[in-house]
């Protein structure tokens, strides 16, 4: 089974996807603006002009409202490449990214990254995507791997080839002797 289509892949992506939706919406009620309308497209412009304002995922919401004029996508979501998609994708860099209580600092974070890949995965290589994607899951139950160990994964991973990664779902399908 490919990892996209496992349950412990797909939940994960759909709590991001849920908790995106939930601020987008929490964030157009708190501007008076109602969702899906013209007045929600012209806020997402407005949020683009300066991310750092803003939480990651209000960021992430206003790129779903919008899209790519010259690759059709959703804005941000368009392969590499793509001049607007590019320029899109880096203004979620520059979000605010706020731990939940009880998570060891840089939690958020690293959900932040993960989730750009998972989210957008055409963008990035079989080992970027099995770096960050067999973590998130991880991640969002507030794990945050150390240093030495996130090294240890990313050696494991170069040592695979990339019909391998795409079918790897959990980090210690890595490490059969851990
Ligand atoms: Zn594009």
Redesign the pocket.
């Known amino acids: 089974m490919r990892r996209v289509e496992h349950p412990r892949f797909t939940t994960a992506l759909a709590q991001i996807e849920d908790s995106i939706d939930a601020a987008w919406d929490s964030f157009c009620a708190g501007s008076g603006v109602g969702r899906g309308t013209a007045e929600a497209r012209e806020l997402a412009e407005v949020v683009l002009q300066d991310t750092s304002e803003f939480d990651w995922r209000v960021v992430d919401g206003a790129l779903n409202q919008l899209t790519?004029p010259?690759?059709g996508?959703t804005l941000g979501a368009?392969d590499e490449g793509?001049a607007?998609?590019d320029r899109a994708n880096g203004f979620r860099f520059a979000a605010q990214e706020t731990d939940r209580p009880g998570v060891p600092p840089g939690n958020e974070h690293a959900i932040r990254v993960s989730s750009a890949v998972a989210r957008t995965r055409n963008r990035y290589t079989p080992r970027a995507r099995a770096g960050y994607e067999l973590l998130l899951p991880d991640l969002l139950s507030g794990v945050l791997p150390a240093t030495a160990q996130a090294q240890r994964l990313k050696h494991l991973i170069n040592q695979r080839t990339d019909d391998e990664l795409e079918h790897l779902l959990t980090p210690s399908d890595l490490q059969p002797d851990a």
Do not use: L, N
């Open positions: 790519c010259d690759c996508s368009g793509c607007s998609c």
